[in-house]
Antibody, heavy 123, light 108 residues
Framework: EVHLLDSGGGLIQPGGSLRLSCAAS????????MSWVRQAPGKGLEWVST????????YYADSVKGRFTISRDNSKNTVYLQMNSLRADDTAVYHC????????????????WGQGTLVTVSS | ETVLTQSPATLSVSPGERATLSCRAS??????LAWYQQNRGQAPRLLIY???TRATGIPARFSGSGSGTEFTLTISSLQSEDFAVYYC??????????FGQGTKLEIK
């Protein structure tokens, strides 16, 4: 059974940094791209970033490019999101998600999602 | 960037009836479209991918159709657990992957 466990969220001041983690199990982790998708309170879904199975290719939304870095450790079945220069509009629940197909480039839809971790950026 | 517009924003339907949700793309996305269901406080659940393929474990009452710019999610006979928010997502023109703003399906 596929399982994704997001962690690392919390309350952080504007301009601060935070690293999110997502521990995966139940599938061949290195064969699938992984993504982060966020949801601001009361709002819809927003794609943030995707990393290929090997970690060699990364993709970002313009809203986070240059501030966020996605990475993965395939030996630990874990994907990370390093978030720097945080702003109030980064406040959201952040979900990690598994790509739907074992391919490169990533397929783009997500067949399994973590429950999410809440990031609150506020002074 | 491909913009997805979902309609209606809120749909009121009685249990046992059919629900039809729409998603329109600002440019063709071929059949590279997915539908998700999200209950309050929970993670999204994949229902449909490639516009019309049901994901693993999704009941047959959920069906997707369309291609290009017009897509439809149909729930043939609503069950109590189907009242939720539904999102479409395109993965044809990326980055970025984009989502619609959602349709809330509520009990009439």
């Amino acid at each position: 059974e596929v399982h994704l466990l997001d962690s690392g969220g919390g309350l952080i001041q504007p301009g601060g940094s935070l690293r999110l983690s997502c521990a995966a199990s139940g599938f061949t982790f290195s064969s699938y791209a992984m993504s982060w998708v966020r949801q601001a309170p009361g709002k819809g879904l927003e794609w943030v970033s995707t990393i290929s199975g090997t970690g060699s290719s990364t993709y970002y939304a313009d809203s986070v490019k240059g501030r966020f870095t996605i990475s993965r450790d395939n030996s630990k079945n874990t994907v990370y999101l390093q978030m720097n220069s945080l702003r109030a509009d980064d406040t959201a629940v952040y979900h990690c998600a598994k790509d739907g197909k074992m391919r490169f480039p990533p397929e783009g839809y997500s067949d399994y999602w973590g429950q999410g971790t809440l990031v609150t950026v506020s002074s | 960037e491909t913009v997805l517009t979902q309609s209606p924003a809120t749909l009121s339907v009685s249990p046992g009836e059919r629900a039809t949700l729409s998603c329109r793309a600002s440019q063709s996305v071929s059949n590279n479209l997915a539908w998700y269901q999200q209950n309050r406080g929970q993670a999204p659940r994949l229902l449909i991918y490639d516009a019309s393929t049901r994901a693993t474990g999704i009941p047959a009452r959920f069906s997707g159709s369309g291609s290009g710019t017009e897509f439809t999610l149909t729930i043939s006979s609503l069950q109590s657990e189907d009242f939720a928010v539904y999102y479409c997502q395109q993965y044809n023109d990326w980055p970025p992957y984009t989502f619609g703003q959602g349709t809330k399906l509520e009990i009439k």
